[in-house]
Every structure is written in structure tokens, then in C-alpha cells.
């Protein structure tokens, strides 16, 4: 019986060798061959001359007049020509290198041809021939394919595809939806993506389409957050809530009211029986790391440990020295663990945190090292988790021995709600949304070059006042010599221009990292008031001091980076500046300007970027998670995304309830069931 799961060498026509071509495109089964959409159809309906432009692709219908002649020019090259009566007007026709179609062309026939128009030369420089138009097709699909498979034979291969499967191809949603919808069959949508019947049928079947991706995926997350629900391994963080509420008083200001929210969401969470999953989206300075104070607290309440994993040792130095005077009053064995460490001073560490003598723990990447072992790890927090992959986060998460431990995931990058849903759709998701009290907004000025004399006085103002300020280096591709190399020019000039009166500081990636510890604390210290840095400071540097931030060349950075970037400012109680420095060549690139300078809103940044720059780039591609659909589009299909989501939520119960009632998507979902469970 045909399954589409069947090998493509299934499909009449494909043997190894074509297999292998294929497999060039992904294609290995049947399914993955019907499921090879086009990427654009091209109009082949009948035109008549009249309404052609010059250089305009068309299909042409006409009789043969002349008798195809074929010239050669070379062993390779050639050139065939006839004639065809279009109307009352006669059209030269002319292919190059295919002198095989002469056989295709008879006198008096009706022919139809598809090609571009030369309008000057009244001339049709042909592409194809039709027998009949195009299959009575109007439109026809344009494939990506690969050297050695044509776009006539892949279609061959779908069409025998279609012929043979298309009624295996498996309706998975529920009818009651479709209906709901309007939407056709999915067999019927793969027929009409590839061979449309008309123009209609070919957006329903890019509608169905879409909506039945997303409603998978949507259903499948839901899924998997049963099942984990379901599992009940997680640690569960019973913790005293009198005492919790003690430490919560000994915190020297208040928490927002968004602060003591999210607090009470994850602290719901960690008393379940089962595994935590939450991400706290907070923007620049608005209290991520306080709420992780308390959740980690909370664990140490209720006999567990906690770890903290941060990206550079410079973020992991200071959250220790931060947790440690939060800390500073309770019983609580806090240590620091980075490459840095000393070997006497790890090896006790390991030991401690091997018998429970150590409580939290905050460090680099160097907490998923094999030999890193817990007593009874209960939450683990992983702050700027983009800047981490996926593996190094499980391999953390991995860590626990008798419970999986509870998993807070922290951003500075908000995520705007459209990838959100998909990227972060297995998750809980928090946000912290207001800035702490007393947190002036940043104020931000895009400039010219040639302005530069002002944004010199604007410096000279804050340091005449006692305040620090960043200067940042441009961002110059992927070369961090290159960037190092610009960064030793810039100092020097601005050592020459202030240093005579105030101490220029350095920072780059191409620097030790005994030397860009020291650079920076010198600038945490007030040594050093003028820091000429790369992009190494993006993440969680805190000097409340620093009020000035100069970014040179500003649009070369995406939105969201210039963000992070300008959030170094604006911690302390002093009203804070960035200065943008471009002189922008693209209209993107002054939109990216404008669009910094009026807003300091990160989560209507990160959904700007995510329109101007398209997910690939806003991520990353390799550490993005961003699925990869067919067809669909998280950004361009928002709003069936947002449907299907809801359409997901509402049906899983009933499917948990009457899974007999739906036995395509059963099946399916237990396939899920069965990777998950690996």
C-alpha cells in the first residue's frame, strides 16, 4: 500500500542516480518530493501582441509560417528560427542551443511558445514550446533545482508522485477546523501548489497550507508541555514562604509591581512536581537579575542548589560580587567558578558542590564541564541565553542527579511576540516590562561626522561633571583582529584629543582576559573615564557612573544590538546619552537611525529590527531555533500564526479525550511522543 513515507525511488522514473540529485535538494522521500514547492509561478497564459512590453516574458500563440531552420556557430552553439503568424502579424522566433525542438515544429501548425519579447526587433527569443497552453495551465510553478535535474523532469516526478500518492497523503486536521476555515484537503493543496487549476485554487492551497503547519507545530509544543507535565520528574522547590518573604524585605528598594509578578510566576512554578520552563524577557535594566536572586533563594529554602551560567567572565565576576552582598546575611555558600579559577580553588569547589556544601553556584561556560557534578541541583538560571547554544543549555540542565531541575532562561533581547510563539512555544514565557524606580530614559541623538565638534562638547560636558562615558567601536564583519586593529586607532585619537586631562581605557576581544578584567574594573573604579571598547561590553556591564555612550558607525549594527549596546548607560541615577554616529547610504539604514533615536522600548525594537532585517538575520541562523516551515511565514503569516496557536490550545484536550475520534493526528502525535521521550 503507497505511503509517503516510501523511499523517492518509489516514484516512476527516479532511479539511484536521480535519487541522488535529489537528495542534493533534501528530498528522500515521497513526502519530502510532494512537500518541494514551488518558489514562484510564472504567467504562461495566451498573450496577444498587443499586450506585450518590450523584455516582457510571454506565451504566444500563432501558426507556422516558415520552415525551422537551424545555423550552427561552433561545435556548441546554434541557432534555430522560424516564423509564426500571430493575428495579422508575422513574429520571428528564435532558440538558442536547443536544436532538438526543430522536430516540434511543423508548417501550418498551430504552435504555442513561450518567451521573452523583443519589441524593437519584433522578435519572440523563445524559452519553451507547448503542445497545448501549458497543460491548460495559466500558470506554471518554478522550482529551485540542482545541476543535472531539470525543472521539466522534477515536474515529471511530482506529477507521477501525485499520481500514484495523493491518496495516501494524510489529512491530518480535524475536520471541524477545515470547515470552520473553508479550507480544502491537504492532498488537494499539494496538487494545486505544484499544478494549479486556476488562481484561486492556488491561494487556498497556500492558505491550507500554512494554517495546517502552523496548527502542527502549535499542537506539538502544547503536546510536549503535556507530556512534561505529565512526567512529574522535576525538582520541586518547597520552600518556606515566610522565610522567602523575609529575604524579599532585606532587598534595600522596592520591587516593581512587574518584578514581584513574575516573581510569583516562577515561584508557582518551582513548588510543581513537575520540570519548570520558563523565559524571562526583561528589557536593558529592568531587574532580571533580582528576580533570579529570589528564585535561587527559594531554592536554597527548600534544600536544593541553584546554579547561575552567564556568557563572559566579566558578567559572571559581577553577579557573584553582586549576589554576595544580597546574600551577605544569610548562610548561604555562594562561589565562582570560571576558567579563571584556580586549580586549588576549583578542586574545592567541585567538591563542594559534590557533597551540597555549596548552595549557588555562578560561572561561565566551565559549569558544563563533565567533571562539574551536584549534590541535588534544583533550578538552574541561564542568563543572555541566546548568547549560549542549545546543547550547552541541555548539557546544564543535564546536570541534575536525582530531579530534572527547574530551568529559568533569561533575555535582555526581547523577543517580539511573532517568534515568540514559535521559537519560544514550549516555553513559559515572563516579562518585565517597567524600569526600575528612579531609572531616567536614556536620551538618544543621531548624528552626522561632520558634527563631531558637538558631540565632542557633549562628551567634555559629562566629564566636567564627574560622569564616564563608552565610546564604541565600529563593527566591521566578522574580524575580530580587524575590530581590535580599529580599536587600537580609536583610542589612540581620542588619547590624543582627552588624555591629557582624563585617563583613556581599552577594550577588545583580541585582549587577555587578565587584561580585560582590568580595563574594566579600572573603568568600575572611576581610574579610567573614557572606555574605548568593541562590542565585548554588549552584555551586562554595570557602571552606574558611565552616562555618555558614542556608537561610531552606527548602522552597521542591527536595532537590537544598539539596544544592548546603549544600555550600558542609563543604570545609575545621573540622566544618561548615547549619540549615534552614522552617515547611513541605504534607506534601511536611515530608518534603523530614526527609528533608534525615537525609542527606547526594547520590545518595539526587537520587532522593528525582526521587519527590517527577517528572522534568518535578527537570530542568527545556526543558534536561532526559528523552525523551518514549507511554506509558511512567521513574520508575513502573523496572523494565521496567532489563529493557529489558538485553534492548537483549545483542541488538544478534546484530542486527549477522543484521540480515537482522530486517528491521523494520533498516529502522528505519537510519533512526537516517542522522540520526545528520547
Known amino acids: ?16 542516480k536521480k535519487a541522488e540529485l535529489l537528495a542534493k535538494l533534501g528530498i528522500h522521500t515521497v513526502a519530502d518530493l510532494l512537500t518541494h514547492f514551488p518558489f514562484r509561478y510564472e504567467d504562461v497564459s495566451i498573450k496577444s501582441l498587443d499586450e506585450l512590453e518590450d523584455g516582457q516574458k510571454a506565451t504566444i500563440a500563432g501558426q507556422v509560417v516558415t520552415q525551422p531552420v537551424v545555423q550552427y556557430y561552433g561545435r556548441k552553439r546554434n541557432r534555430l528560427s522560424f516564423r509564426l503568424r500571430v493575428d495579422q502579424a508575422v513574429l520571428s522566433v528564435v532558440f538558442f542551443n536547443q536544436p532538438y525542438l526543430k522536430k516540434k515544429i511543423h508548417m501550418e501548425e498551430e504552435l504555442v511558445v513561450y518567451g521573452r519579447y523583443d519589441m524593437g526587433k519584433g522578435q519572440l527569443n523563445g524559452f519553451k514550446i507547448f503542445n497545448q497552453q501549458a497543460d491548460d495551465n495559466d500558470v506554471e510553478a518554478i522550482y529551485h533545482v540542482t545541476q543535472g535535474l531539470s525543472q521539466k523532469t522534477l515536474m515529471t516526478y511530482i506529477a507521477n508522485a501525485l499520481a500514484t500518492y495523493q491518496l495516501a497523503i494524510p489529512e491530518r486536521l480535524p475536520y471541524d477546523l477545515r470547515a470552520k476555515y473553508h479550507l480544502i484537503s491537504h492532498s488537494d493543496a499539494i496538487k494545486n501548489m505544484h499544478f494549479p487549476e486556476s488562481e484561486e485554487k492556488g491561494v487556498e492551497a497556500r492558505r491550507q497550507i500554512k494554517y495546517e503547519e502552523f496548527f502542527l507545530y502549535a ?39 512587574g518584578q514581584k509578578q513574575v516573581v510569583n510566576e516562577i515561584c508557582a512554578d518551582l513548588r510543581q512536581d513537575y520540570q519548570m520552563n ?12 533580582v528576580v533570579a536572586l529570589i528564585a535561587l533563594m527559594a531554592t536554597y529554602l527548600a534544600g536544593f542548589q541553584g546554579a547561575l551560567m552567564v556568557p563572559t567572565e566579566i558578567l559572571a565576576e559581577q553577579h557573584f560580587a553582586s549576589l554576595s552582598e544580597f546574600f551577605a546575611d ?63 543549555r ?85 574580524s575580530e583582529a580587524l575590530e581590535a586593529q580599529n580599536a587600537e586607532y580609536i583610542y589612540q585619537e581620542y588619547l590624543e584629543k582627552y588624555g591629557h586631562e582624563y585617563h583613556v581605557g581599552i577594550l577588545h576581544g583580541k585582549m587577555s582576559n587578565e587584561d580585560k578584567d582590568a580595563a574594566m574594573n ?76 525615537s525609542s527606547t522600548d526594547g520590545f518595539y525594537l526587537s520587532q522593528q529590527d525582526l521587519v527590517l532585517r527577517g528572522a534568518g538575520d535578527y537570530f542568527g541562523t545556526k543558534q536561532s531555533g526559528l523552525p523551518e516551515f514549507k511554506l509558511a511565514d512567521p513574520i508575513a503569516d502573523q496572523v494565521i500564526l496567532e489563529t493557529a496557536r489558538q485553534d492548537a490550545q483549545q483542541f488538544l484536550p478534546i484530542l486527549l479525550d477522543h484521540a480515537d475520534d482522530y486517528p491521523q493526528l494520533s498516529s502522528w502525535l505519537a510519533t512526537m511522543r516517542a522522540d520526545f521521550s528520547a
Open 278 to 289: 520558563r523565559l524571562l524577557q526583561g528589557d536593558v535594566g529592568s531587574g532580571k537579575t
Open 219 to 257: 499542537l506539538r509544543l502544547q503536546w510536549q508541555n503535556h507530556l512534561r507535565r505529565q512526567v512529574g520528574n522535576g525538582a520541586p522547590i518547597i520552600y518556606d514562604n515566610q522565610q522567602l518573604k523575609q529575604f524579599i524585605e532585606t532587598i534595600p528598594f522596592e520591587l516593581t509591581k
Open 1 to 16: 500500500m503507497p505511503n509517503v513515507m516510501d523511499s523517492v525511488t518509489a516514484v516512476k522514473g527516479v532511479g539511484h
Open 522 to 597: 579600572q573603568f568600575k573604579d572611576n581610574e579610567t573615564q573614557i572606555l574605548v571598547s568593541t562590542t565585548v561590553i554588549e552584555v551586562g556591564v554595570n557602571v552606574p557612573n558611565a552616562t555618555f555612550m558614542i556608537i561610531l558607525d552606527a548602522d552597521r549594527f542591527g536595532l537590537a544590538q544598539l539596544h544592548q549596546l546603549r544600555g550600558r548607560v542609563g543604570r545609575g541615577e545621573h540622566q544618561s546619552y548615547c549619540v549615534l554616529v552614522a552617515d547611513p547610504k541605504t534607506d534601511n539604514g536611515r530608518e534603523r537611525m530614526r527609528i533608534m533615536a
Open 330 to 392: 544569610t548562610s548561604i555558600n555562594l562561589a565562582l567558578l570560571t576558567g579563571s579559577t584556580a586549580t586549588k580553588q576549583r578542586r574545592q569547589i567541585l567538591a563542594d558542590l559534590k557533597n551540597g556544601d555549596c548552595h549557588i553556584v555562578i560561572g561561565t561556560h566551565a559549569l558544563i564541564q563533565a567533571d562539574v557534578a551536584f549534590d541535588n541541583l534544583g533550578l538552574v538560571v541561564v542568563d543572555e541565553q541566546h548568547r549560549f547554544g542549545v546543547k550547552q
Open 394 to 478: 541541555q548539557q546544564l540542565a543535564a546536570k541534575g542527579e536525582h530531579y530534572a531541575p527547574n530551568i529559568l532562561y533569561m533575555t535582555a533581547t526581547p523577543i517580539p511576540r511573532t517568534l515568540e510563539i514559535t521559537i519560544m512555544g514550549d516555553m513559559e514565557v515572563s516579562k518585565l516590562q517597567e524600569m526600575p524606580n528612579g531609572r531616567l530614559p536614556i536620551k538618544t541623538a543621531w548624528m552626522r561626522k561632520n558634527q563631531q565638534a558637538m558631540i565632542d562638547e557633549l562628551l567634555r560636558e559629562q566629564l566636567a561633571s564627574g560622569r564616564q562615558a563608552y565610546v564604541i567601536c565600529p563593527l566591521i564583519g566578522e
